[in-house]
């Protein structure tokens, strides 16, 4: 399949696609731009009405970029700008070097992009000479500032490191162009707190994947690894942590979708950093979805809430028309469905989600399915209004309510103060449709039945807000072009600006650039932001430090013995009266462990002394290893803010461990034509005492000595040593045609007790004979304009459903730049000449095994013009055949123009 922009607009996110921003010489910065009859006249302007994923479409004429800003609109990756249309087509069809469209003061470095994107760019000695003025002032060194890495620097006067800044400062900026995939934006931002090491780490979703990083040293971050994807401008993502009691250690996984794509989602098994992160699978159950969401987790921890169980939600998918769909994370490796709407309609569509677990007289009050714990309400951001539902059970919700509010565009996504009883509501569109600075709406939602709008707070500026999340009284929300803002929101239904940090100090406008994401629950207090044009910041929360009113605990770790009684104790700063809440996190550590519940601490006016709380560590007579558990501070209250740490974790100490040998998983699938293979044994849970282990292999459908070279053996771990070991393998290549085959190692010992939940590992032989080539369709051949962005969409498929790799390749013709050639969907610049080109698209399984289709593509160059004007002088006419011509079409078109602007005079936009 092929599409050449003009005939396409492609896919987007969110319920509505296909939208496109007009904008010609002759036209009015007015209204929404989005219809082609009544154009704006600057790009700028359309940028700030446009949606993410939407384009703006430049017709013929000339255009000035003037400053800074105009530059990185007509640059951004998230709402492309091209060239080359005309009005009078109705912008159907990209035709630069017809429709030529001049763009005057562009800097040298962006001269091939913008020529790319359809421009013709005039390089006149005035222009030059202003872009060269602007380059020694300050309007280009904010541009460097995004693109270039920068050390750390507090927040002094309003500045750090050059960014705009109230009590946040910058420790680490990772710019684009220093991740491996060179990715040409960024997205969505999650945190994970490996709790095996005490390591932080970054995961931030990319126009090309997904990358970690280690941001344990915050002013030194380290990339780990990075996940290839398709290329999208929407990636989301979330993780879930756990206990693994077999192995004796904790394991992680992320979860990341991708709209407007079909990759799925992607698991990535987090368990083996710090040295390096591996693809589970991409579970295309869901081939595309807008975001992913865990309830019933510890978001600083990403560990399940005692007595629940974690429920992961995919919303904005490709199926269900959107509704949101849960997921059991028993297997975390492979998604099972739990929930769906029966029937669901297009206004049931999610945009993204949020929970909070009730636990007062509103679960039984107002819930119908509450358990035990409480009742679990999923917040369902549903473009026009918010639902609330009861998702108590795994396998079923109850609605609650459904509310709007004053100017709703477009209800985005929200969070929940730590008390429970408000949440924060962000609309991606009301500052663009209502002409309004950032605007948060707040409800009280002390009745889930009847949420109440009680406040609304107004921004400094019109830039947009996203998304945000609660720590304590403050609120953390990524801004977009103002970057992060944060508030106090003691009182919720006023919240007040207590810090911020600008991360595009280019402008403040309501358009989509700046921050995406942010993740303010890292222990160490430490904030991750994900920025669209420039990439990872990791800033430092100064608002507490701001605050005279801190409360913490002394230390962020303790240790004690079963029967101990132990004392925690939490300070606080300042002569105000306060109060704040702790809860009680189980880790390793059960329930049945410690006796301590959730509760509150108070300090009268004048009181500075620390306050204590006992935990009782229960005494069981159990050999067991050291275990932990965690209490969190929450929900301060008079004014008062968390400082640092605000989690403790206790190890109850246990007897020395010998640990248990595993493998490090249970199943493996290698292709026939490996040869030798390598199989990791671990050593986990201790490493006190000297272990011996034998190994075995047994057949199944496979036949040892037929199948793969018998082999048997021993492995020792002495005193001190969780070295991991390794087994290897010959496998034996036949000719033979058959099936996929399979046969066990097996681990033994004289002590079972010494084997872990893994001693044994299912290794699948995959046939290489009987394995079929892959399925490719290259599209058909097509006639393009010269300089016209062309997009080449294949189809491929593979018999035995493994995942394929891809590759565009250019056979013949004048030599053009293919994007993303390794993908499915590649795109090019047709050359200025006319010419014939043609592509294949290679795919390949797993096996190396190759299927190729080729594509041709005509490109039409324009007919000789009898224009002799010179696109140096920056102008041009149209001749006299042209405005003849042009006259005829639009006597012959001007009812039917006429009633189609009629048709279309109170149009509104509704893409997201």
């Known amino acids: 399949m092929l599409f050449t922009l003009g005939l396409s607009q492609g896919v987007q996110a969110h319920a509505e696609h296909d939208k496109a921003r007009f904008v010609a010489t002759d036209g009015v910065d007015s209204g929404l731009c989005n219809n082609r009859f009544r154009p704006c006249q600057t790009v700028s302007y359309a940028a700030q009405q446009a949606a993410k994923g939407d384009k703006i479409l430049v017709a013929q004429g000339q255009y000035q970029i003037e400053s800074e800003q105009d530059l990185l609109y007509f640059s951004g990756a998230i709402i492309p700008v091209l060239g080359g249309f005309d009005k009078i087509d109705q912008y159907q069809n990209q035709n630069p070097d017809t429709f030529v469209t001049h763009l005057v003061g562009v800097p040298a470095a962006f001269v091939e992009q913008m020529n790319g994107q359809g421009f013709h760019v005039i390089r006149d000695t005035k222009s030059l000479a202003q872009v060269a003025l602007l380059a020694k002032g300050s309007a280009f060194s904010s541009f460097s500032l995004m693109q270039e890495n920068q050390a750390a620097a507090d927040c002094i006067d309003g500045q750090s490191a050059g960014f705009a800044c109230l009590n946040i400062s910058l420790l680490a900026h990772v710019p684009l162009s220093q991740f491996p995939s060179l990715p040409s934006s960024a997205n969505d931002i999650w945190g994970h707190f490996d709790l095996n090491t005490g390591k932080e780490y970054a995961i931030i979703g990319l126009r090309n994947g997904i990358t970690v990083l280690d941001v344990s040293e915050p002013q030194t971050p380290k990339i780990i690894g990075n996940i290839s994807g398709q290329s999208t401008s929407w990636r989301d993502i979330k993780v879930l942590q756990f206990f693994d009691t077999s192995a004796n250690r904790w394991r992680a996984y992320a979860y990341a979708t991708a709209d407007s794509v079909s990759e799925g989602v992607t698991i990535i098994d987090l368990s083996g950093l710090p040295n390096s992160i591996a693809l589970v699978q991409k579970q295309t159950t869901d081939a595309s979805a807008h975001n992913v969401y865990i309830s019933n987790v510890d978001y600083g921890l990403n560990i399940a809430l005692p007595g629940t169980e974690p429920l992961l939600h995919i919303t904005g998918s490709n199926r269900s028309n959107g509704a949101f769909r849960s997921y059991s994370l028993a297997n975390p490796e492979n998604l099972t469905l739990s929930y769906q709407a029966l029937s669901p309609l297009t206004q049931d569509y999610t945009h993204d989600a949020s929970s909070l677990l009730i636990d007062d007289s509103r679960a039984q009050n107002d819930c119908s399915n509450a358990t035990l714990t409480g009742c679990n309400v999923l917040l369902d951001f549903n473009e026009t209004s918010v639902k609330l539902w009861d998702h108590s059970k795994t396998d079923d919700v109850i609605a609650l309510s459904d509310t709007g509010y004053p100017q709703a565009e477009y209800t985005h996504s929200g ?26 709406n707040i409800f009280d939602i002390s009745s889930l039945k009847q949420p109440l709008l009680v406040g609304t707070w107004r921004g400094p500026t019109r830039a947009i807000d996203h998304n945000g999340f609660v720590r304590g009284n403050h609120y953390f929300m990524s801004n977009y072009e103002r970057g992060l803002t944060v508030l106090d929101i003691t009182q919720a239904a006023s919240p007040q600006q207590i810090g911020f940090f600008d991360t595009y100090p280019v402008s403040n406008n309501a358009a989509f650039n700046g921050a995406w994401g942010v993740y303010p629950f890292l222990p160490s207090g430490n904030i991750l932001v994900s920025d669209i044009n420039s990439g990872l910041f990791i800033l430092r929360d100064d608002t507490a430090s701001s605050n005279a009113e801190q409360i913490s605990f002394s230390v962020a770790q303790l240790s004690a013995a079963e029967g101990d009684n132990v004392q925690v104790s939490i300070n606080k700063s300042g002569s105000n009266s306060a109060t704040v809440g702790y809860q009680i996190l189980t880790g390793s550590a059960t329930s049945d462990d410690f006796q301590i519940s959730q509760g509150e601490v108070s300090w009268a006016a004048n009181d500075n002394q620390a306050q204590t709380i006992s935990v009782q560590i229960n005494q069981d007579m159990l050999a067991e290893p050291d275990e932990i558990f965690f209490v969190r501070l929450i929900n301060p209250q008079n004014g008062a803010a968390l400082g640092y740490p605000n989690v403790l974790q206790i190890k109850i100490r246990g007897i020395p461990q010998s640990g248990k040998i595993n493998f490090a998983q249970s199943e493996l699938s290698v292709k026939e034509t490996a040869g030798d293979i390598a199989l990791k044994v671990e050593r986990v849970g201790g490493n006190s005492g000297v272990l011996n282990i034998d190994y075995l292999l047994q057949s199944e459908s496979a036949m040892v000595g037929q199948d793969v070279t018998d082999t048997s053996g021993s492995l020792q771990w002495l005193e001190g040593d969780n070295t991991s070991k390794t087994i290897t393998l010959s496998l034996i290549n036949d000719d033979n045609s058959e099936t996929n085959e399979s046969f066990l190692v097996k681990l033994q010992a004289e002590n079972e007790q010494h084997l872990g939940g893994q001693s044994n590992i299912r290794i699948t032989i ?18 393009v304009n010269t300089r016209q962005i062309t997009q080449l969409m294949g189809t491929a498929s593979d018999p035995e459903g493994r995942e394929l790799s891809y590759l565009w390749q250019q056979i013949s013709g004048t030599t053009v730049s293919l994007s993303n050639a390794n993908n499915l969907n590649a795109s090019f610049v047709a050359p200025s000449a006319a010419s014939t080109l043609e592509f294949s698209l290679s795919a390949s399984d797993d096996f190396g095994l190759t299927t190729s289709d080729s594509v041709q593509i005509s490109v039409i160059a324009p007919p000789p013009s009898n224009n002799n004007a010179s696109s140096q002088s920056g102008g041009g006419s149209n001749n006299i055949l042209s405005v003849l011509l042009l006259t005829l079409f639009i006597s012959l078109r001007l009812k039917p123009i006429k009633n189609h602007i009629d048709l279309n005079k109170n149009n509104k936009l509704h893409t997201k």
């Open 415 to 440: 969070w929940w103060t730590e008390d429970k009883q408000f949440i924060l509501v962000h609309d991606e569109l009301d500052e663009q449709r209502h002409n309004l600075n950032t605007t948060l």
């Open 766 to 783: 995959l046939d290489d004979e009987s394995n079929q080539a892959p399925l490719v369709n290259a599209g058909e051949n097509l006639q």
